[in-house]
């Protein structure tokens, strides 16, 4: 809503309120800095429900982020159309596939049916590079070399990751800018501490 008396930048763009600019937190997310959700396996569920997952694309699952898993959007691909989960993966192991990590009431699950639509909120998605950049933070000698671009032909051209012939995954190279990222944001915040 316009409001003659908001604050304005020196152009005369509307500063502060629905207007601000993004904060350092939420450049971070969008650049891909945030911090890495939790371990698969490990995000705390309440009791009395069931921990799921939801093996998908890259693309597919970026949409469950944003809008959820719906019933009405399933395809019913190998079976009826229903949103389909496990209490352990279907297609491999979280760290090597797209998995979205989510939680229902016990009741709200007849395997491998969820029985309702599920929000964004009730899980965390889990991308293969994610594995990969939390092997570099936790091993320090393999995080100095990244950090002195030892590994940097991992990442392809323009910034993106790619293989180049180097026998690498896109995923190390996403792990390795996810890494840059995080430091890049670090020094232009250094008093930024993530909420636990």
Do not use: C
Not at 94 to 118: C, G, I, M
């Amino acid at each position: 809503m316009y409001n003659p008396n908001q604050p304005r930048d020196p152009k005369g763009r509307p500063t502060g309120g629905q207007f601000s600019r993004m904060s350092a937190v939420e450049r971070a997310r969008r650049k891909n800095a945030a911090p890495l959700p939790p371990e698969p396996g490990t995000m705390p569920i309440p009791e009395g429900h069931v921990r799921l997952y939801h093996q998908t694309g890259e693309d597919e699952l970026k949409s469950i982020m944003k809008t959820g898993l719906g019933i009405k959007h399933a395809r019913g691909i190998e079976g009826p159309r229903a949103v389909y989960a496990g209490e352990t993966p279907f297609y491999g192991e979280v760290r090597y596939k797209n998995t979205f990590e989510f939680h229902v009431p016990k009741s709200q699950w007849d395997a491998p049916f969820v029985l309702r639509d599920v929000t964004p909120r009730a899980g965390v998605a889990h991308y293969p590079w994610q594995a990969q950049a939390r092997y570099i933070l936790t091993h320090p000698q393999t995080l100095k070399l990244a950090r002195e671009g030892e590994f940097d032909y991992l990442i392809g051209s323009g910034g993106r990751p790619g293989k180049q012939g180097t026998g690498a995954s896109d995923n190390e190279g996403r792990a390795l800018l996810y890494i840059k990222r995080v430091d890049a944001f670090m020094k232009i915040n250094p008093k930024f501490k993530p909420k636990k």
